[in-house]
T-cell receptor, first 110, second 112 residues
Framework: GENVEQHPSTLSVQEGDSAVIKCTYS??????FPWYKQELGKGPQLIID?????GEKKDQRIAVTLNKTAKHFSLHITETQPEDSAVYFC?????????FGTGTRLQVTL | DGGITQSPKYLFRKEGQNVTLSCEQN?????MYWYRQDPGQGLRLIYY???????QKGDIAEGYSVSREKKESFPLTVTSAQKNPTAFYLC???????????FGSGTRLTVV
């Protein structure tokens, strides 16, 4: 089955700096790659996604890039703010279900 | 407002007891999923259902059971056979197999 690895597990940045989270996947049939943000005690919320026929997608301060050849995709957050502090999960879809990475705890400090 | 409702938010269970977690959605989504979340292990799939009256085991189905009698509802039963049930349980739904998931707010189960 699909295996998704996510790095780093924790990330601390200063407010205004950029943050990058990276994921790799194993199944070349995976064709959909969403990113979720989870705040403490809540369920994950979809923040951006990308399909395998697209190399990059941007939505205001967040962007995702996909390299199908290398089987890796990344989340980029620019001009980070304290409210960006949360746990972020990447995921990959092969067949009919998503496989999630182990999460990255992002801390944005003042 | 459309969404997924999980109840209760917190649940305490004595060892040896079965307990059922509720998940209801009014999004008219066909597919529903149950995940377990433990610190440092991400989200692991327990069961999923793509249509009413049909469901499949995920990666960690042992000690759990589900039913899908209605499109809106996908309850999860944690049985006494589950050796380490203390965890945060998340229910999700998707309009079809090509889209992302909408998650509920979770149920934190503690075995005492």
């Amino acid at each position: 089955g699909e295996n998704v690895e996510q790095h780093p597990s924790t990330l601390s940045v200063q407010e205004g700096d950029s943050a990058v989270i990276k994921c790799t996947y194993s199944d070349s049939a995976s064709n959909y790659f969403p990113w979720y943000k989870q705040e403490l005690g809540k369920g994950p919320q979809l923040i951006i996604d990308i399909r395998s026929n697209v190399g990059e997608k941007k939505d205001q301060r967040i962007a995702v890039t996909l390299n199908k050849t290398a089987k890796h995709f990344s989340l980029h957050i620019t001009e980070t703010q304290p409210e960006d502090s949360a746990v972020y999960f990447c995921a990959a879809r092969a067949a009919s279900k998503l496989t999630f990475g182990t999460g990255t705890r992002l801390q944005v400090t003042l | 407002d459309g969404g997924i409702t999980q109840s209760p938010k917190y649940l305490f269970r004595k060892e040896g007891q079965n307990v059922t977690l509720s998940c209801e959605q009014n999004l008219n989504h066909d597919a529903m999923y149950w995940y377990r979340q433990d610190p440092g292990q991400g989200l692991r799939l327990i069961y999923y259902s793509q249509i009413v009256n049909d469901f499949q085991k995920g990666d960690i189905a042992e000690g759990y059971s589900v039913s899908r009698e209605k499109k809106e509802s996908f309850p999860l039963t944690v049985t006494s056979a589950q050796k380490n049930p203390t965890a945060f349980y998340l229910c999700a739904s998707s309009i079809d197999r090509e889209r992302g998931y909408t998650f509920g707010s979770g149920t934190r189960l503690t075995v005492v």
